[in-house]
């Protein structure tokens, strides 16, 4: 929290946005600001349009209505959607991060941890084989894959191993603000723990805007700074995560915070 | 020949594939879409590179067809047969007397001039097919010029054997634009493909696209600063003619593992021992041995 506010504007500011499928609605009228060095949960249950939310700030899909206003290192706060292709494209693979909640999407299957990792220094114009494999290996130990497994392909890797990898191919290029689909969504509890643990370690260390969606009230606790609750595409609450989750306002997200099982 | 076009294919194809040559002139290394013609012969021996050839060709050129260096294989006889049957024009296996020369997997030792046209037969025109199989965002990466993913195919060679191990179909950048895949040449021929004083065309029959590289363009192979570009080199040289700086073919000369190496640009070995060199084994495959130079 000490980063919170530490420049003037915001990093990201969202308004009115709406996607619809059809006569369905995806989200609808969603405005929010996140600031630098901010985590934003966005909680809901399966089919309450956190993900489509998530599709439409990250620009992997163009919403119906509605601005996303990114304060990009050059020229200050822009409109995502007015940016031309290629710098959009670009801004997605440097100044972004993607973490998709199956690894097999955000990783290339084919080649190997360290061509994975590398891959974005090189789409930037780094040429120099040394450098990107010094990036690689450094990156392998900060998401703490043994760096004998830099010339080893992903389909050897478990579950949280890949996991890690995705977020060490997103994180190389020092994005400053890293979107999140379930990060924890495909993992056994032990290393959900784990993987929980080294994000929030990274956030603080690299002072990473995050955006990350979950349907875990737990994951949302203990990454995000503050939340908001989804319904049928609407927020329909928002604030402080420790507000919002020990003393609920609206009748959805009591429900929410009441089924969660205690064993 | 009678029922038959000027060179097989009807006036209006071949003003449709002039179009396409055009505009592939027109924009270095970029693959132009065509309508790809049934051919007489199976995709993968040639129906691009015959429909580039039969486009262009006129009643006074010489054509020369080359596989994989040699004109006495069996695909460059029968493409040579071919043109020389259905257009009358006169065919060699001389580089330097051919206007037109339509390859697969080499280019020839002898450097090519203004003037020359080389016709390339391409089996998988796209470069980074390998790495995203859409080709509607292969169209979109090349449209924006983002080919950074394209080392990460490099990285991979260097990680695995320590140097960039691919050999042929070594991906090139055109005229500072375009990331091309120049067919399977071996590396060895790609600084040929740099600056040349001949028009390059290339043509893909099964996948439908034609690019070029028009005269005295640049193509530079791609690498990484510290692992740069190089072509292999061989132990020994030629053993016909004694040749050390061509492409060698390894040769199996008996059953008792005996083999050699012999220029794999058969009109260039020829030329060289005409001209009086000699290598080491100059019988080694039953070939004419020139007279003692005097």
Known sequence: MTTLAMTGRPLLQVEGLTHRYGSRIGCRDVTFDLWPGEVLGIVGESGSGKTTLLKCLSAQMEP?????????????????????EPRRRLLMRTDWGIVHQHPVEGLRMKVSAGANVGERLMAVGARHYGEIRGAALDWLGRVEIARDRIDDMPRTFSGGMLQRLQIARNLVSRPRLVFMDEPTGSLDVSVQARLLDLLRGLVADLGLSVIVVTHDLAVARLLAHRLMVMRAGAVVEEGLTDQVLDDPQHPYTQLLVASILHP | MDGYNFAYLDEQTKRMIRRAILKAVAIPGYQVPFASREMPLPYGWGTGGIQVTAAIIGTDDVLKVIDQGADDTTNAVSIRRFF????????????????????????????????????????????????????????KMHALAEYGAMHVKLYEDVARHGRIATAYDYPVMVGGRYLMRPS?????????????????????????????????????????????????????CCALCGATDSFLDEVIVDDRGGRIFVCSDSDHCGERRAAGHVGPQPDALGQPVAEEAT
Not at chain 2, 87 to 99: I, S
Not at chain 2, 105 to 114: C, F, Q
Not at chain 2, 117 to 127: A, D, G, L, S, T
Not at chain 2, 205 to 234: C, M, N
Request: hydrophobic letters at 35%; a negative charge; proline letters at 10%.
């Open chain 2, 184 to 236: 399977p040449i071996p590396k060895f021929d790609n600084p040929k493909l740099d600056r040349s004083p001949a028009l390059q065309l290339f043509g893909a029959g099964r996948e439908k696209r034609i690019y070029a590289v028009p005269p005295w363009t640049t193509v530079v192979s791609l690498d990484f600063e510290d692992h740069p570009f190089e072509v292999q080199r061989w132990e020994s």
């Open chain 1, 64 to 84: 119906h209505a509605g601005h996303v206003v990114y304060d990009t290192r050059e020229d200050g706060p822009q409109d995502v959607f007015a940016l031309s």
């Open chain 2, 84 to 139: 020389a049957r259905t257009t009358g024009v006169a065919t060699t296996e001389r580089t330097a007397e051919a206007t037109i020369v339509q390859t697969r997997h080499r280019i020839p030792e002898r450097a090519l001039s203004a003037g020359q046209i080389i016709v390339f037969q391409v089996p998988i025109p796209e470069p980074l097919r390998w790495l995203e199989p859409r080709e509607t965002e292969t169209r």
